[in-house]
T-cell receptor
Framework: KAGVTQTPRYLIKTRGQQVTLSCSPI?????VSWYQQTPGQGLQFLFE???????NKGNFPGRFSGRQFSNSRSEMNVSTLELGDSALYLC?????????????FGPGTRLTVL | KNQVEQSPQSLIILEGKNCTLQ??????????LRWYKQDTGRGPVSLTI?????NTKSNGRYTATLDADTKQSSLHITASQLSDSASYIC??????????????FGAGTQVVVTP
């Protein structure tokens, strides 16, 4: 089975711009979660989607949004980029997102905001 | 305050030596604890998962222990190899929810194995 894929792998944007990141989960997985990883903060939960519905959301401003399509692929959007948004954005998928499910992470998208 | 604290922050060890990483948590009620390995430039990969009733779990040269009474876990790496150089992240899940949103992540321990 192919793993979780994320595109693009690297992205450079300037302040004020917006960006859309894409995640394709492992085939058959219905839960997709997004995380922001920075050196100082570690992994921080952004949101989780399950069957096209946002099931939970972390403590991030409304500039961060996402969606999930019927094929379980997910996109994350960040509007009005700030310097502090520079980070590795990780997507993870799991079959149902509960119990002893293992989350499988993608390689991440490295976003740099100048 | 972070509910999952890892120590040390970083560690340098010689190839072939053993090392132990620590994870202390306050998450309650406890469901399970995972150790992830994250190579530079890659996403984390699950090494072990332990529930309340499990106090030891091995995956090759990696052995995780859990003391649910003291809320402590350790990850022991035996006979380290250069490929063990990575960040090791402790992740604790609370019992009360099925959502990934309530996972608590440690900041990770950066391990560097030198020849």
């Amino acid at each position: 089975k192919a793993g979780v894929t994320q595109t693009p792998r690297y992205l450079i944007k300037t302040r004020g711009q917006q960006v859309t990141l894409s995640c394709s989960p492992i085939s058959g997985h219905r839960s997709v979660s997004w995380y922001q990883q920075t050196p100082g903060q570690g992994l921080q939960f952004l949101f989780e989607y399950f069957s096209e519905t946002q099931r939970n959301k972390g403590n991030f401003p409304g500039r961060f949004s996402g969606r999930q399509f019927s094929n379980s692929r997910s996109e994350m959007n960040v509007s009005t980029l700030e310097l502090g948004d520079s980070a590795l954005y990780l997507c993870a998928s799991s079959p149902e997102g509960s119990g002893r499910d293992t989350q499988y992470f993608g390689p991440g998208t490295r976003l740099t905001v100048l | 305050k972070n509910q999952v604290e890892q120590s040390p922050q970083s560690l340098i060890i010689l190839e072939g030596k053993n090392c132990t990483l620590q994870c202390n948590y306050t998450v309650s009620p406890f469901s399970n604890l995972r150790w992830y390995k994250q190579d530079t430039g890659r996403g984390p990969v699950s090494l072990t998962i332990m529930t309340f009733s499990e106090n030891t779990k091995s995956n090759g040269r990696y052995t995780a222990t859990l003391d649910a009474d003291t809320k402590q876990s350790s990850l022991h790496i035996t006979a380290s190899q250069l490929s063990d150089s990575a960040s090791y992240i402790c992740v604790v899940r609370a019992m009360t929810t099925d959502s990934w949103g309530k996972l608590q992540f440690g900041a990770g321990t950066q391990v560097v194995v030198t020849p």
